[in-house]
T-cell receptor
Protein backbone atom coordinates (compact mmCIF):
# COMPACT_ATOMS: atom_id res chain seq x y z
CA UNK A 1 0.00 0.00 0.00
CA UNK A 2 1.45 3.35 -1.01
CA UNK A 3 1.78 5.89 1.76
CA UNK A 4 0.92 9.56 1.89
CA UNK A 5 2.87 11.46 -0.74
CA UNK A 6 3.96 15.07 -0.40
CA UNK A 7 5.86 17.44 -2.63
CA UNK A 8 8.10 19.23 -2.69
CA UNK A 9 10.21 17.84 0.15
CA UNK A 10 12.09 21.10 0.61
CA UNK A 11 11.35 24.68 -0.34
CA UNK A 12 13.23 27.90 0.29
CA UNK A 13 11.51 31.21 -0.45
CA UNK A 14 11.88 34.82 0.50
CA UNK A 15 9.38 36.53 2.76
CA UNK A 16 6.35 37.95 1.00
CA UNK A 17 6.59 35.30 -1.73
CA UNK A 18 3.93 32.66 -2.16
CA UNK A 19 4.32 28.89 -1.94
CA UNK A 20 2.16 25.82 -2.44
CA UNK A 21 2.44 22.30 -1.11
CA UNK A 22 0.79 19.22 -2.52
CA UNK A 23 -0.46 16.10 -0.78
CA UNK A 24 -1.77 12.82 -2.16
CA UNK A 25 -3.38 10.73 0.59
CA UNK A 26 -3.60 6.98 0.82
CA UNK A 27 -6.17 5.65 -1.62
CA UNK A 28 -9.61 5.42 -0.07
CA UNK A 29 -8.84 7.68 2.87
CA UNK A 30 -11.66 10.18 3.14
CA UNK A 31 -10.09 12.34 5.83
CA UNK A 32 -7.08 14.53 5.14
CA UNK A 33 -5.16 16.75 7.54
CA UNK A 34 -2.53 19.46 7.22
CA UNK A 35 -0.23 20.11 10.18
CA UNK A 36 2.43 22.71 10.81
CA UNK A 37 5.43 21.56 12.84
CA UNK A 38 7.74 24.33 13.97
CA UNK A 39 11.22 23.26 15.03
CA UNK A 40 11.18 21.96 18.59
CA UNK A 41 7.40 21.69 18.77
CA UNK A 42 4.77 19.08 18.15
CA UNK A 43 2.60 19.20 15.04
CA UNK A 44 -0.27 21.68 15.10
CA UNK A 45 -3.40 20.94 13.11
CA UNK A 46 -4.08 23.60 10.48
CA UNK A 47 -7.03 22.12 8.63
CA UNK A 48 -8.99 18.90 8.34
CA UNK A 49 -11.00 17.77 5.33
CA UNK A 50 -13.65 15.10 5.14
CA UNK A 51 -13.82 14.26 1.44
CA UNK A 52 -13.81 17.73 -0.11
CA UNK A 53 -15.45 19.55 2.80
CA UNK A 54 -13.67 21.37 5.61
CA UNK A 55 -14.27 19.87 9.06
CA UNK A 56 -11.97 22.06 11.12
CA UNK A 57 -9.88 25.06 10.12
CA UNK A 58 -9.95 26.89 13.42
CA UNK A 59 -6.16 27.10 13.64
CA UNK A 60 -5.54 28.07 10.03
CA UNK A 61 -4.29 31.68 9.64
CA UNK A 62 -6.82 32.50 7.00
CA UNK A 63 -5.34 35.87 6.12
CA UNK A 64 -2.41 34.13 4.45
CA UNK A 65 -3.05 30.39 4.40
CA UNK A 66 -5.53 28.57 2.20
CA UNK A 67 -6.16 24.94 1.42
CA UNK A 68 -8.36 23.02 -0.94
CA UNK A 69 -9.28 19.46 -1.75
CA UNK A 70 -11.35 19.89 -4.85
CA UNK A 71 -12.12 16.30 -5.81
CA UNK A 72 -11.86 14.79 -2.37
CA UNK A 73 -8.48 13.23 -3.10
CA UNK A 74 -5.39 15.43 -3.55
CA UNK A 75 -4.98 18.58 -1.55
CA UNK A 76 -2.92 21.75 -1.80
CA UNK A 77 -1.92 24.12 0.97
CA UNK A 78 -0.90 27.64 -0.03
CA UNK A 79 0.78 30.45 1.84
CA UNK A 80 0.56 33.95 0.41
CA UNK A 81 2.46 36.01 1.40
CA UNK A 82 4.91 34.03 3.50
CA UNK A 83 6.41 35.36 6.71
CA UNK A 84 9.60 34.35 8.48
CA UNK A 85 7.58 32.61 11.19
CA UNK A 86 6.06 30.28 8.61
CA UNK A 87 9.35 28.39 8.46
CA UNK A 88 8.36 24.90 9.52
CA UNK A 89 7.69 21.38 8.31
CA UNK A 90 4.24 20.98 6.81
CA UNK A 91 2.87 17.52 7.33
CA UNK A 92 -0.03 15.93 5.54
CA UNK A 93 -1.88 12.97 7.03
CA UNK A 94 -4.84 10.88 6.00
CA UNK A 95 -7.15 8.43 7.65
CA UNK A 96 -10.11 6.19 6.88
CA UNK A 97 -11.77 7.09 10.13
CA UNK A 98 -10.65 9.66 12.64
CA UNK A 99 -8.78 7.19 14.77
CA UNK A 100 -5.47 6.46 13.06
CA UNK A 101 -3.68 8.97 10.94
CA UNK A 102 -0.96 8.09 8.47
CA UNK A 103 1.60 10.81 7.91
CA UNK A 104 3.57 11.80 4.86
CA UNK A 105 7.27 12.73 5.01
CA UNK A 106 6.51 16.45 5.15
CA UNK A 107 7.67 19.55 3.31
CA UNK A 108 10.35 21.59 5.00
CA UNK A 109 9.79 25.28 4.30
CA UNK A 110 12.45 27.89 4.94
CA UNK A 111 11.45 31.52 4.63
CA UNK A 112 14.39 33.94 4.39
CA UNK B 1 -9.69 22.30 25.99
CA UNK B 2 -7.62 19.24 25.39
CA UNK B 3 -3.88 19.41 25.79
CA UNK B 4 -0.85 17.20 26.16
CA UNK B 5 2.25 17.72 28.28
CA UNK B 6 5.49 15.88 27.79
CA UNK B 7 7.60 17.00 30.75
CA UNK B 8 10.93 15.76 29.42
CA UNK B 9 12.37 17.64 26.46
CA UNK B 10 15.39 15.39 26.12
CA UNK B 11 16.28 12.01 27.59
CA UNK B 12 19.51 10.06 27.26
CA UNK B 13 19.68 6.36 28.00
CA UNK B 14 22.30 3.69 27.46
CA UNK B 15 21.68 0.98 24.91
CA UNK B 16 20.05 -1.97 26.61
CA UNK B 17 18.64 0.12 29.43
CA UNK B 18 14.95 0.53 30.07
CA UNK B 19 13.03 3.59 28.94
CA UNK B 20 10.00 5.48 30.14
CA UNK B 21 8.70 8.60 28.43
CA UNK B 22 6.09 10.58 30.29
CA UNK B 23 2.86 11.99 28.92
CA UNK B 24 0.09 13.81 30.78
CA UNK B 25 -3.11 14.89 29.10
CA UNK B 26 -6.14 17.02 29.67
CA UNK B 27 -9.32 15.92 27.94
CA UNK B 28 -12.99 16.43 28.63
CA UNK B 29 -14.18 12.94 27.80
CA UNK B 30 -12.76 9.48 27.39
CA UNK B 31 -9.46 10.17 25.71
CA UNK B 32 -8.10 8.64 22.56
CA UNK B 33 -4.35 8.49 23.14
CA UNK B 34 -1.48 7.90 20.77
CA UNK B 35 2.28 7.69 20.71
CA UNK B 36 4.13 8.57 17.52
CA UNK B 37 7.83 8.40 16.68
CA UNK B 38 9.61 10.72 14.26
CA UNK B 39 13.07 10.02 12.95
CA UNK B 40 15.07 12.90 11.44
CA UNK B 41 13.62 13.98 8.11
CA UNK B 42 10.76 11.52 8.38
CA UNK B 43 7.06 11.78 8.98
CA UNK B 44 5.41 10.47 12.10
CA UNK B 45 4.91 6.76 12.60
CA UNK B 46 2.26 5.42 14.94
CA UNK B 47 3.72 3.29 17.74
CA UNK B 48 0.51 2.49 19.58
CA UNK B 49 -2.92 3.80 20.48
CA UNK B 50 -5.46 3.51 23.26
CA UNK B 51 -9.18 3.88 22.81
CA UNK B 52 -10.69 1.67 25.50
CA UNK B 53 -10.33 -1.67 27.23
CA UNK B 54 -7.07 -3.01 28.61
CA UNK B 55 -5.07 -0.11 29.98
CA UNK B 56 -1.75 -1.68 29.00
CA UNK B 57 -1.30 -1.31 25.28
CA UNK B 58 1.28 -3.10 23.18
CA UNK B 59 2.74 -1.42 20.14
CA UNK B 60 5.31 -1.92 17.45
CA UNK B 61 9.07 -2.14 17.97
CA UNK B 62 8.66 -3.56 21.48
CA UNK B 63 7.00 -0.46 22.94
CA UNK B 64 4.10 -0.46 25.37
CA UNK B 65 2.13 2.24 27.14
CA UNK B 66 -0.10 2.28 30.19
CA UNK B 67 -3.19 4.43 30.51
CA UNK B 68 -3.81 5.66 34.05
CA UNK B 69 -7.01 7.65 34.27
CA UNK B 70 -6.43 8.69 37.89
CA UNK B 71 -3.13 10.30 36.93
CA UNK B 72 -4.19 11.51 33.47
CA UNK B 73 -1.10 9.81 32.14
CA UNK B 74 -0.16 7.62 29.20
CA UNK B 75 3.52 6.82 29.65
CA UNK B 76 5.51 4.98 27.01
CA UNK B 77 7.91 2.22 28.02
CA UNK B 78 10.42 -0.14 26.51
CA UNK B 79 12.36 -2.70 28.54
CA UNK B 80 15.58 -2.57 26.49
CA UNK B 81 16.45 0.32 24.22
CA UNK B 82 18.24 -0.18 20.91
CA UNK B 83 20.42 2.43 19.19
CA UNK B 84 17.84 2.62 16.40
CA UNK B 85 15.26 3.92 18.88
CA UNK B 86 16.96 7.31 18.93
CA UNK B 87 14.30 9.70 17.62
CA UNK B 88 11.67 12.21 18.67
CA UNK B 89 8.61 10.82 20.42
CA UNK B 90 5.25 12.53 20.48
CA UNK B 91 2.24 11.84 22.63
CA UNK B 92 -1.13 12.90 21.22
CA UNK B 93 -4.71 13.04 22.45
CA UNK B 94 -7.96 13.48 20.67
CA UNK B 95 -10.14 12.01 18.01
CA UNK B 96 -10.94 14.29 15.10
CA UNK B 97 -9.09 17.17 16.70
CA UNK B 98 -5.80 15.61 17.68
CA UNK B 99 -3.42 17.60 19.85
CA UNK B 100 0.26 16.75 20.11
CA UNK B 101 2.72 17.27 22.90
CA UNK B 102 5.96 19.14 22.27
CA UNK B 103 7.89 15.91 22.02
CA UNK B 104 10.72 14.16 23.83
CA UNK B 105 14.01 13.66 22.06
CA UNK B 106 15.63 10.34 22.88
CA UNK B 107 19.39 9.91 22.63
CA UNK B 108 20.85 6.41 23.00
CA UNK B 109 24.39 6.05 24.28
CA UNK B 110 26.46 3.08 23.12
Amino acid sequence: EAGVAQSPRYKIIEKRQSVAFWCNPISGHATLYWYQQILGQGPKLLIQFQNNGVVDDSQLPKDRFSAERLKGVDSTLKIQPAKLEDSAVYLCASSIAANEQYFGPGTRLTVT
Amino acid sequence: AQSVTQPDIHITVSEGASLELRCNYSYGATPYLFWYVQSPGQGLQLLLKYFSGDTLVQGIKGFEAEFKRSQSSFNLRKPSVHWSDAAEYFCAVGYNDMRFGAGTRLTVKP
